[in-house]
């Protein structure tokens, strides 16, 4: 059976921070052109990996509230906010089968399951239509467990990782190594046995977490293994971030074409307007 794979993550931004993107994105990473969203709401650049998968930096443009109204993200702060999944044509993680699974979950209290795919859409800088289906969750915060995100236009033209000029980043990045997502110690039983549904696989322990295996769209040599972990906050500051969001991103691993000592590379952490949003670690 096919694994899952790592579509993107979600970091919502200031709408300036996405016209002018600033030197602790710039300076390590290549933001490569996006555009405004079908509803006229949003609007994108993206940071793409050799792997096929990306950060997609997003804004509400100029700000405005009257954008946020009935939107999906319209209540979430600046940060990583939300990640997708996709697969290549896996009946297995179609919203019909996840939700199979779910329902027989055993203490399924919260009632996730997914909803029917709806597309979604932009145009790209060359003015082309690059169409999508997204599959949202409901029962459970934006965040806490992932959507799905399939190509309907060809996903190259969404996401151009065969474009070196756009995948060969200051800080030798390759894509994802893992995702680690923090939920609330009182529903950790719950959300492991709710990721097992949706990735259809049995968590592996490692390292204080629950591990589910995914992979990423495009096979590039070092970048094979991919982690998606679920774990409980592990401090204060942890406990602070679930209070604030619900489930939530904690951290994002990526892997390098750099080698190094130890810590072979710098943790690159979000900033937004001079705070810092540190990831639990």
Not at 3 to 10: E, F
Request: proline fraction near 6%; charge should be negative.
């Amino acid at each position: 059976m096919a694994l899952p794979q790592l579509d993107h993550l979600i970091l919502l931004l200031p709408y300036h921070l996405i016209k002018n993107p600033p030197p602790w994105l710039t300076s390590s990473f290549i933001i490569s052109p996006g555009g405004r969203h079908a509803d006229g709401k949003t609007e994108n650049k993206l940071i793409i990996f050799r792997d096929g998968t990306y950060i997609e930096l997003i804004a509400f443009i100029d700000d405005l509230q009257e954008h946020r109204e009935g939107h999906w993200w319209g209540d979430k702060k600046p940060g990583f906010i939300d990640f997708a999944l996709t697969s290549l044509g896996e009946h297995t993680y179609s919203h019909d089968a996840i939700n199979r699974r779910l329902a027989v979950l055993e203490g399924n209290e919260f009632g996730v399951k997914y909803t029917a795919p709806v597309k979604g859409g932009r145009k790209n800088e060359n003015g082309q239509d690059i169409e999508w289906l997204v599959t949202f969750p409901e029962g459970a915060k934006r965040g806490e467990v992932p959507f799905w995100c399939h190509d309907v236009t060809a996903r190259t033209l969404r996401v151009p990782c065969d474009n070196e000029a756009y995948t060969t980043h200051p800080c030798g990045a390759l894509g994802g190594s893992q995702v680690t997502v923090l939920v609330p110690e009182s529903k950790f039983a719950y959300f492991t046995a709710a990721y097992s549904c949706i990735t259809d696989q049995q968590a592996s322990p490692g390292d204080g977490a629950e591990q589910f295996a995914i992979t990423a769209p495009e096979q590039v040599a070092g970048t094979e293994a991919l982690k998606l972990c679920v774990r409980k906050p592990a401090h204060a500051r942890g406990e602070a971030l679930v209070d604030e969001r619900g489930g939530a991103i904690a951290e994002i691993l990526i892997r390098t074409a750099i080698s190094g000592q130890g810590h072979s590379r710098d943790y690159i952490e979000e900033k937004v307007d001079g705070e810092r949003r540190c990831f639990e670690r």
